[in-house]
């Protein structure tokens, strides 16, 4: 599986983006889908998940309420929405996939990473 990421950016405070991953290169809709981020200095965090059906989805504390993860199994592509950003959402976020649903475990699968900076 090879994985896409792009719709990262400079965001002011309380403001939104919209991140996308495009997945090829197997059968897409068999693979669940994550969502992570690295801050400078900071371990890769956990974001959202979302399962292949689209029906479970899981999010970090830190983003309920404010991130929305989403798929179209048509367009091979899952979505996270950001809204109500805050410096300390600013990182270089990376998708990710595997066959496995284990939300905040290991994948097999990475994507390049996309910066998405947000400022005071």
């Known amino acids: 599986v090879q994985l896409q990421a792009s719709g990262g950016g400079l965001v002011q405070a309380g403001g939104s983006l919209r991140l996308s991953c495009a997945a090829s290169?197997?059968?897409?809709?068999?693979?669940?889908m994550a969502w992570f981020r690295q801050a400078p200095g900071k371990e890769r965090e956990f974001v959202a998940a979302?399962?292949?059906?689209?029906?479970?989805?899981a999010y970090a504390d830190s983003v309920k309420g404010r991130f929305t993860i989403s798929r179209d199994n048509a367009k091979n592509t899952v979505y996270l929405q950001m809204n109500s950003l805050k410096p300390e959402d600013t990182a270089v976020y990376y998708c990710?996939?595997?066959?496995?649903?284990?939300?905040?475990?290991?994948?097999?699968?990475w994507g390049q990473g996309t910066q998405v900076t947000v400022s005071s």
């Open positions: 990710a996939a595997d066959t496995d649903w284990n939300p905040r475990g290991t994948y097999s699968y």
């Open positions: 979302i399962s292949w059906s689209g029906y479970v989805i």
């Open positions: 290169g197997r059968t897409y809709s068999r693979i669940h």
